[in-house]
């Protein structure tokens, strides 16, 4: 029988607050050093979904470093 988490509403707003600049793997990562627990990324990923938080596809473009 599988375990289920309980996301608790500042868990939810972190990452709501830290999906646009990081990746689903390194908010699992923080979210594990924070609480203890073991968080993994398909977790954030999925519970970023059940929320409609949704990221941009594909990669950031790259800044111009024109002086």
């Known amino acids: 029988m599988a375990n289920y988490k309980k996301w608790s509403s500042a868990e939810k707003e972190y990452i709501r607050g830290n999906c646009e600049a990081h990746s689903d793997k390194f908010i699992a990562s923080e979210m594990s050093r924070i609480s203890g627990e073991n968080i993994t990324s398909d977790m954030v990923r999925q519970q970023r979904r059940k929320m409609r938080v949704i990221k941009k596809k594909g990669r ?8």
């Open 60 to 67: 950031p473009k790259k800044k111009d470093t024109i002086n």
